[in-house]
């Protein structure tokens, strides 16, 4: 039976959509700086359509919105990169006796409660560290060279995409504007009002969670900032900050900033001290943005169910790397207003409808 005219239609459009997936997949590594740009772009056109209305030039305001950004970038590896290369001095010279003191209050503890001898090898804990950390005191831009001399693959790729993303960032935002009005146009003129509603959706639901979440980790990095400060933090300003941006990530990135800042307290405030500061501070910013900062600000309509941000973290991260780590939320919140879309439409549908026996 010959295929209709309308069949030979889906067919090959069908197989142009699989072959742009594939090649998409294909190109994953290649694309990596294509695509960050394009969600610079989108993050930063608000910004440079602002500076429009105030009738700046578009080529001056993106030239201007571009520079913050960089600007920006450039104050936060400024403020991290201190504190790395510090922080690892103070691992490698005081680590391995904090960890000889932790042991030798946690044994005779673990053998009170439980009743075992448990023997702990101190001394092979610290040669351990030692050996660990041996180097990580020296200089950051020197062992980025000696990666660099060994893999000059990785490093080239690392260069490329670091000088393509600005360049590619400045040529979308320039034509942002004729861009998306030219990829909506490709949209078929019968599906145009319901994916202009679901884009319209989708647009806002980013909006509200990029400006509510761009709040909460400012306001945590004040509040980390000052509070371990008064706790008599010497690295209290970029413990503080980084302890903020990390936010961005989902309980991992609370985590994370804890981990860094329980091992700076124990080392400079003492083992049982330092802890208990960090427990403190962190847990109130914990309940604190659980119970309020993250309902008021970024609202509650972004709110996912913690498997489904464990599993978001997991599935972006494996298909797009660190990069799918940072987006996963926002990447997970999309994905929820499509999935809300669908669980509709199937509702709605005759299939669904159907009574039994029809």
């Known amino acids: 039976m010959p295929f209709t005219a309308r069949q030979r239609q889906t067919l090959l459009w069908t197989g142009v959509g699989a072959l742009f997936v594939w090649a ?7 694309l990596t700086p294509f695509v960050a740009a394009a969600i610079l772009a989108y993050v930063l056109s608000p910004l440079v359509a602002a500076m429009q209305r105030r009738r700046v030039p578009r080529l001056v305001a993106v030239v201007l919105a571009i520079s913050l950004a960089l600007l920006a970038l450039l104050a936060l590896v400024l403020i991290l990169v201190p504190i790395v290369q510090k922080e690892f001095g103070l691992i490698r010279s005081e680590l391995p006796g904090l960890v000889a003191t932790i042991t030798g209050r946690v044994q005779p503890w673990l053998e009170r409660i439980s009743g075992l001898s448990i023997q702990l090898d101190a001394a092979s804990i610290r040669e351990w560290l030692a050996a660990q950390f041996a180097d990580s005191g020296e200089d950051v831009l020197a062992a980025l060279f000696g990666y660099a001399k060994t893999g000059w693959g990785a490093a080239l790729q690392v260069i ?8 590619v960032l400045f040529y ?12 909506r146009d490709l949209i078929p003129p019968r599906w145009k009002p319901e994916i ?14 990029l400006r509510g979440q761009m709040l909460v980790m400012l306001t945590l990095a004040v509040w980390f900032s000052v509070a371990l400060l008064v706790a008599g933090f010497e690295l209290w300003l970029p413990i503080g900050v980084l302890s903020g941006l990390l936010i961005f990530i989902p309980y991992i990135g609370f985590a994370l900033g804890f981990l860094f800042a329980a091992i700076a ?7 049982l001290a330092g802890f208990v500061s960090v427990a403190v501070i962190y847990g109130i910013a914990q309940v604190a943005e659980s119970t309020w900062l993250t309902p008021r600000l970024v609202g509650e309509r972004i709110g996912l169910h913690p498997v489904a941000v464990i599993f978001a973290l997991l599935a972006f991260g494996a298909l797009f790397g660190f990069v799918g780590v940072l987006l996963a939320l926002p990447l997970a919140a999309i994905t929820a207003v499509g999935l809300r879309r669908l669980r509709q439409a199937w509702v709605d549908s005759d299939f669904y409808r159907r009574e039994q026996g029809q």
């Open 172 to 183: 979308l935002l320039a034509d942002w504007p004729e861009i998306t009005g030219r990829t």
């Open 24 to 30: 998409l997949i294909a190109l994953g590594q290649v």
């Open 196 to 209: 202009d509603a679901l884009l319209g959706e989708t647009d806002a639901l980013l909006g509200q969670y």
């Open 265 to 271: 307290g124990m080392l400079q405030l003492g083992p």
């Open 160 to 167: 490329g995409t670091l000088f393509l993303v600005p360049v």
